[in-house]
Each structure stands twice: as structure tokens, then as C-alpha cells.
Nanobody, 124 residues
Framework: QVQRVESGGGLVQPGGSLRLSCAASGFTLDYYGIGWFRQAPGREREVVSCIAGDDDSTYYADFVKGRFTISRDNAKNTVYLQMNSLKPEDTAVYTC?????????????????WGQGTQVTVSS
């Protein structure tokens, strides 16, 4: 059974940091493109960052450039999203997804497998 599990969400003050993890079971993440998406109440889901399955190149949405870093640890079959300098507008449910296409997968329809999501709340 294929599963992805996100963890690492929580409540953090503005300017703080969190690291989200996307761990997979039932398949190997190595050659999958992995994306992190977020959805805030009343807003559409948007891509935050992705890492390509073919060359590990990375993409970041403009609103997180310089603050977030995506990386993968193949030995742990896990992809991470390090989030620094968090802002209240980063508050959302963050979900990881895996897709088999090469290159940057920036559209949600390009993904085959989705996790259940983890809540990130940035508030003082």
C-alpha cells in the first residue's frame, strides 16, 4: 500500500522556523518529482516548491524564495521543506505530493500521490 505521511507542522511565531517532512512507504521517492503545496482557508491550493525526479533541480514560488529550502534524503526515503523567516501569510495546510514526470511539476494535476496534509500556523 502506497502511503505518504507529512509531519513537522505546528504553531510558530513570525520569524520562526519549521521543517516539514514527507516520508513515503510502499514506493521509493528517489525518482519521483516531489512537490509541496499549501492551501489557506478561502484560497486555492498553490505550489510552494518542488524538486525534480530526474535531476533534483528545485523550484520555489516567488513568495518563498530565499526563505524555504526543499531537499531529499534518499536513504530515509524522505523529502524535507525547511521553512525559515515564517510570516503569518504562510499559515496554511501544507501537503506533499509525488509525481512521475520529469522536470519541475508545478501543477497539482501532474501529481499521482498525495499526502494528508499538515497544518502550519504562524502567529504571535
Amino acid at each position: 500500500q502506497v502511503q505518504r505521511v507529512e509531519s513537522g507542522g505546528g504553531l510558530v511565531q513570525p520569524g520562526g522556523s519549521l521543517r516539514l517532512s514527507c516520508a513515503a512507504s510502499g514506493f521509493t521517492l528517489d525518482y519521483y518529482g516531489i512537490g509541496w503545496f499549501r492551501q489557506a482557508p478561502g484560497r486555492e491550493r498553490e505550489v510552494v516548491s518542488c524538486i525534480a525526479g530526474d535531476d533534483d533541480s528545485t523550484y520555489y514560488a516567488d513568495f518563498v524564495k530565499g526563505r524555504f529550502t526543499i531537499s531529499r534524503d534518499n536513504a530515509k526515503n524522505t523529502v524535507y521543506l525547511q521553512m525559515n523567516s515564517l510570516k503569518p501569510e504562510d499559515t496554511a495546510v501544507y501537503t506533499c505530493a509525488a509525481g512521475e514526470g520529469g522536470g519541475w511539476l508545478v501543477n497539482d494535476y501532474e501529481y499521482d500521490y498525495w499526502g494528508q496534509g499538515t497544518q502550519v500556523t504562524v502567529s504571535s
